[in-house]
Nanobody, 112 residues
Framework: QVQLVESGGGLVQAGGSLRLSCAASGIIFSSRTLAWYRQAPGKQRERVALSTPGGVTNYAESVKGRFTISRDNAKQNTMYLQMNSLKPEDTAVYYC?????WGQGTQVTVSS
């Protein structure tokens, strides 16, 4: 059974940075496409970053140049989302996703 657990969310001022982590059990990340999504209050869940096993990454236009998705190749079951230059509109619950499985989410709040 695949389980994903996010951590690293919190409250940060605009312009600040956070790094989210996603730890998995029951799956080896190196062979899977991974993604981070977010959902703000009253809005649909949207994908913000994707990473393929071949090293291709893709980002939502709203986070390009500010967010970076990465994998921990040594641990093989951890991925990250580095978020820089955060804006109030980045406030949302962030979820990691792999193999049709969602984590429980971690709240990110950016104050102006």
């Amino acid at each position: 059974q695949v389980q994903l657990v996010e951590s690293g969310g919190g409250l940060v001022q605009a312009g600040g940075s956070l790094r989210l982590s996603c730890a998995a059990s029951g799956i080896i990340f190196s062979s899977r496409t991974l993604a981070w999504y977010r959902q703000a209050p009253g809005k649909q869940r949207e994908r913000v970053a994707l990473s393929t096993p071949g090293g291709v990454t893709n980002y939502a236009e709203s986070v390009k140049g500010r967010f970076t998705i990465s994998r921990d190749n040594a641990k093989q079951n951890t991925m990250y989302l580095q978020m820089n230059s955060l804006k109030p509109e980045d406030t949302a619950v962030y979820y990691c996703y792999a193999m049709s499985t969602w984590g429980q989410g971690t709240q990110v709040t950016v104050s102006s």
